[in-house]
């Protein structure tokens, strides 16, 4: 499958774009700079500013793309630009484009904004109120066959394969472990029109795809 990864050069993003790779798909990747993040015989990139008009994307979006993940964040300095209003763009792009398939990251709780002085993650407002909007926009203003990933707080420690989903409480996640259910939801027809929370816990990741 020929995919284009938002944010490929983010943490995140080169771990996802390498299991992608790894896993024989065909991979474009998006930055605002010039320099590849990786060389590979399935990768190319490509540079698209998330700022720049709905027409300008559109036209930079290869028309062989056939499914879109969305991992990029502007980590706290441009959250309207980036995190709300440069997702709607590569939504409306896609749409524009007959991509359908279209994977999010996003946070937990992003969608439940009682849950976030209940949760501590007041410091975060501003962040959660442009990933709440960016996923609302995704689940009711369009027909993408879209998943929506809620994972807590990134760390960098090593990932065990072994998460939760649909959990209630904001826990820790290896990025290693975000990235490769990631991977995984590409194919999976039973995460489509699905808002899924996780964190590291003791569940396979394919398995616990597979249970949802």
Do not use: C
């Not at 990933?131 to 879209?146: E, F, G």
């Not at 990631?182 to 029109?193: G, I, P, R």
């Amino acid at each position: 499958m020929n995919i284009l990864v938002v944010g490929a050069s983010g943490r995140v993003g080169l771990n996802l774009v390498k299991l992608l790779l790894a896993n024989g798909h065909t991979v474009i990747g998006t930055s605002r700079s010039k320099g590849s993040v990786l060389k590979h015989d399935k990768y190319s990139q490509i540079e698209l500013d998330l700022t720049d008009e709905l027409e300008i994307i559109k036209n930079k979006i290869p028309d062989t793309v056939e499914a879109i993940y969305f991992v990029s964040g502007s980590r706290g300095k441009n959250l309207l630009q980036i995190d709300l209003h440069g997702a709607v763009k590569t939504m409306q792009a896609a749409e524009f484009k007959g991509i359908e398939r279209y994977v999010m990251l996003s946070a937990i709780h992003s969608l439940s904004p009682e849950k976030w002085q209940e949760e501590e993650l007041e410091s975060l407002t501003d962040y959660y109120l442009s990933k709440h909007y960016a996923d609302l926009y995704l689940m009711q203003q369009t027909k993408l066959n879209y998943t929506i990933l809620q994972p807590g707080a990134l760390t960098e420690t090593k990932g065990s394969g072994l998460i939760a989903l649909n959990v209630v409480h904001h826990k820790e996640n290896a990025i290693e472990n975000v990235a490769e259910t990631l991977s995984k939801l590409l194919n999976s027809a039973n995460t489509y029109q699905k808002v899924i929370s996780m964190h590291d816990g003791d569940v396979p990741i394919q398995q616990a795809i597979d249970n949802l």
